[in-house]
T-cell receptor
Framework: RKEVEQDPGPFNVPEGATVAFNCTYS??????FFWYRQDCRKEPKLLMS???SGNEDGRFTAQLNRASQYISLLIRDSKLSDSATYLC????????????FGKGTHLIIQP | EAQVTQNPRYLITVTGKKLTVTCSQN?????MSWYRQDPGLGLRQIYY???????DKGDVPEGYKVSRKEKRNFPLILESPSPNQTSLYFC??????????FGPGTRLTVL
């Protein structure tokens, strides 16, 4: 079973729409959860941490479902500038320190 | 400005010629790590360091060495590069083992 699974996409979404994607993890001991954004040929940048109670940052909402072992990211009123690859990451699972990353979901916002 | 820097940003070399990619952070972070990113494989951790003189293997350490003589620097050493080490490399630092901040990346080609 893969450690982290993400739908690679691409997700083609019209500007202004709401888009959501999930990321599942296999290590039930994971304790920290994140969404990163990566633009083409650039470094990943932290988008937001994911807390147990769910959290929101402007148009972005992240949620954690420990029972089903997945996190989600919802983007409302999508902008052209939201086009990027979104990586989920998990840490604190008792293995090597650091984060385990998903392979990313490619999102394309179309005008 | 808080940042992680890597040098060089681009490097083309030949098989067997030793090379070093430098990484430096100015945030006084204890934790640093190296990742490589390959199409279809995502980000994979090579080595990490939890503090000065403390390093450990990540998921794909074969063919690489690291050192952590100072808190701010964490160079990645390829003693005898091979074509399968052609990749995009990212250094990252963190005040703890999650929430990592990435450098701009080094694109390495080994001929």
């Amino acid at each position: 079973r893969k450690e982290v699974e993400q739908d690679p996409g691409p997700f083609n979404v019209p500007e202004g729409a709401t888009v959501a994607f999930n990321c599942t993890y296999s290590n039930s001991a994971s304790q920290s959860f994140f969404w990163y954004r990566q633009d083409c040929r650039k470094e990943p940048k932290l988008l937001m941490s994911v807390y147990s109670s769910g959290n929101e940052d402007g148009r972005f909402t992240a949620q954690l479902n420990r029972a089903s072992q997945y996190i989600s990211l919802l983007i409302r009123d999508s902008k052209l500038s939201d086009s990027a690859t979104y990586l989920c990451a998990f840490g604190g699972g008792g293995g090597a320190d650091g984060l385990t990353f998903g392979k990313g979901t490619h999102l394309i916002i179309q005008p | 400005e808080a940042q992680v820097t890597q040098n060089p940003r681009y490097l083309i070399t030949v098989t067997g010629k030793k090379l070093t990619v430098t990484c430096s952070q100015n945030m006084n972070h204890e934790y640093m790590s190296w990742y490589r990113q390959d199409p279809g494989l995502g980000l994979r951790q090579i080595y990490y360091s939890m503090n000065v003189e403390v390093t450990d293997k990540g998921d794909v350490p074969e063919g690489y060495k690291v050192s952590r003589k100072e808190k701010r620097n964490f160079p990645l050493i390829l003693e005898s590069p091979s074509p399968n080490q052609t990749s995009l490399y990212f250094c990252a630092s963190s005040p703890r083992s999650d929430t990592q901040y990435f450098g701009p990346g080094t694109r390495l080609t080994v001929l």
